[in-house]
């Protein structure tokens, strides 16, 4: 009887069903396997999440401790090939690497050095090539070391002609710019095709020079001369000019100009005969005390000679928009790579005439004109002469104003920079409109 009736019992047990898949995963040799699993996805989706969003959750502090335990402690990312990455040259989002994570070395290299750094040439020269095969070594030897650069018209061929004969062109090299566009005419003087020659209609030299003598592109010389046209060069040679500037470390010149010379707006460029070089006048309004532009420290705009140093300084001044070049004699003397009283200087040893010679402001395509006489000027409809050369002078008298405004602004928005002679700011402001406040 006991037996019969223990049997039932384990037929009872037998029928049971079968445990389900989900009690089968929670026993425990399995709990450990799904936990690694789910972790593991956590993680993979913080990193890729990470890479979207440039953030740093907790999870990825979980993923780098756990990367980190995983590899060996000798091993490192591998590098970009060249130490820099390429994403952060990009326009879109920043990479997820932070400021902190990107070392010096890292860095990416600045515009137009996207190729290999020996591969990059930051300065050109104005030496002419030969379209055949030459000698490298002979071209070297062959460039010159200094530039004379003008902007000139045919009317004044002949004085041109005699200005380009006082520079060697074994060492100096000549740049035209041509105001008139007339090019073909000058092709009978000997030096014309070994020149330079560029042409823009009704430009000053200053357009010309902040567009074409960028201090990358006149890298070369060592001297720049931005004459005029309208010079007599009698009394002057260009290579004992430059003996007697080397001579008296002087960064910006000019030639004295003569007595005799038509205009002299500035008693501190006239001609000492008996000196060879001068720094500063005492007059009744330049008195032995008074160290402020134009009585010490000056040249003017007409025949300036600059250093490749000063050059670089002058051309970063030049404003793109006031193309006649005045107000920049009178803060020339912040380029002078040292003191202005003893860096730049007139030499009366070598000196020039100024002619006065008018000759921008020709007749305008946009001008209604009945009758030209030979002075250039135009008599309107009205009978009134009207003379292009007038409205010259008013815009180089609005360039100035215009100059200084701008100066002034710049002093005061740039606190970091401290001027050296900013005891004489007031009395080196040229107050053409007594209305005008131009003095920070």
């Not at 530039?147 to 004969?165: F, T």
Request: some cysteine; aromatic content about 8%; glycine content about 4%.
């Amino acid at each position: 009887m006991a037996s019969t009736s223990s049997r039932p019992l384990d037929s009872q047990k037998d029928q049971q069903p079968p445990p389900s898949t989900w009690w089968t995963l929670c026993q425990p040799k399995y709990i450990t396997c799904v936990t690694v699993v789910f972790g593991l996805t956590l993680i993979l989706s913080s990193v890729l999440v990470n890479e979207q969003t440039n953030t740093i959750p907790l999870l990825d502090m979980v993923s780098s401790s756990f990367k980190a335990r995983l590899q060996p402690e000798a091993e490192s990312p591998a590098p970009n090939t060249d130490g820099c990455d390429l994403s952060r040259n990009s326009t879109g989002n920043s990479t997820s690497k932070s400021t902190e994570d990107v070392t010096s070395s890292e860095q990416c290299r600045q515009a137009g050095e996207d190729i290999p750094r020996g591969m990059v040439v930051a300065t050109t020269d104005l030496q002419m090539r030969s379209l055949t095969q030459e000698d490298e070594e002979e071209v070297k030897k062959s460039m010159t070391k200094n530039l004379l650069a003008m902007a000139v018209g045919i009317k004044q061929k002949k004085d041109v002609d005699e200005i380009v004969q006082k520079f060697p062109l074994n060492n100096f090299t000549i740049m035209l710019f041509h105001y008139d566009g007339i090019v073909d005419e000058w092709q009978d003087l000997a030096w014309s095709n070994r020149s330079i020659h560029v042409v823009a209609l009704h430009q000053t030299k200053w357009w010309y020079a902040k567009r074409f003598m960028h201090p990358d592109i006149v890298d070369q010389y060592n001297y720049i001369f931005l004459w005029d046209e309208d010079l007599g060069v009698e009394h002057f040679h260009a290579e004992r000019y430059l003996e007697i500037m080397k001579a008296e470390g002087l960064e910006i010149s000019q030639p004295a100009l003569d007595p005799e010379s038509l205009e002299i707006h500035h008693k501190i460029t006239r001609r000492h005969p008996r000196l060879t070089v001068h720094r500063s006048i005492v007059t009744p309004s330049c008195p032995p005390d008074n160290k402020a532009v134009p009585c010490t420290g000056y040249v003017e705009v007409m025949a300036p000679v600059f250093t490749r140093a000063a050059w670089q300084c002058v051309w970063h001044m030049i404003q793109n928009d006031l193309v006649h070049g005045w107000g920049i004699d009178f803060k020339i003397g912040y380029c002078a790579q040292g003191l202005r009283s003893e860096k730049v200087g007139v030499i009366d040893a070598e000196y020039i005439l100024h002619k006065t010679i008018s000759s921008l402001g020709g007749p305008q395509e946009n001008k209604t004109i009945l009758a030209q006489n030979a002075s250039n000027s135009e008599v309107g409809r009205f009978g009134k002469v009207y003379d292009p050369r007038i409205e010259v002078r008013k815009k180089s008298g609005k360039e100035l104003r215009a100059f200084q405004r701008r100066w002034a602004k710049a002093v005061r928005d740039d606190p970091a920079w401290k001027d050296p002679y900013k005891a004489y700011a007031g009395a080196e402001m040229f107050y053409s409109n007594p209305r005008d406040s131009l003095v920070p």
